[in-house]
């Protein structure tokens, strides 16, 4: 977490990612779990996940949009998101600190952001995650906001991501 968020209550925990086609050797995040993030202001943030979409998601995922500088209180930060018009069409998450990558189904695009936070967990889990981290970043995705882009790195991985998967 960043080193200007103030934390309480806080557990910390070692996960490491599986190689990726980006990531030729595993990813150590070091986690620290909080019972409740605290702003600059004192005041207790809900739990959060940040949705960053591009352009080709704005008109088709509507939701709630970030708020006062809300910022994801999830262990892993904000997530990517963007369209992919295959057949059939597919969302694809990337998260903005491991750019491990989430393909999920886009179809009925009002629910994407409700289905955003079970579609990465089973993708994590299935990379052999530990169930504790998953049930408290789980928890730290009860509520969904949206945002804009705002770090062209990771939209150009995204960008990779789509290349390669049509490439299969």
Do not use: Y
């Not at 595993?26 to 352009?55: F, I, Y």
């Not at 989430?102 to 952001?113: K, S």
């Not at 579609?119 to 530990?130: F, K, S, T, Y």
Request: with cysteine; net charge negative.
């Amino acid at each position: 977490m960043a080193s200007d968020q103030h934390i309480h209550d806080v557990a910390c925990q070692t996960v490491w990612f599986a190689p990726t086609p980006f990531l030729t050797r595993p990813v150590e995040v070091s986690v620290e779990v909080t019972a409740g993030q605290h702003d600059p202001r004192g005041r207790e943030n809900d739990p959060v996940l940040v949705v960053r979409r591009t352009k080709k998601l704005r008109d088709r995922v509507k939701g709630a949009p970030v708020v006062d500088g809300d910022a994801s209180t999830t262990a892993l930060g904000d997530w990517f998101a963007t369209a992919l018009f295959w057949r059939p069409q597919v969302a694809l998450l990337v998260n903005s600190r491991t750019l491990f990558p989430v393909f999920m189904e886009l179809a009925q695009a009002a629910t994407l952001l409700d289905r955003g936070p079970a579609a990465i967990e089973a993708v994590l889990r299935c990379h052999g995650v530990d169930d504790a981290f998953l049930v408290v970043e789980r928890d730290a995705m009860s509520e969904v906001r949206i945002a804009p882009t705002n770090d062209r790195s990771v939209v150009g991985v995204m960008n990779e991501f789509a290349f390669h998967g049509e490439c299969l």
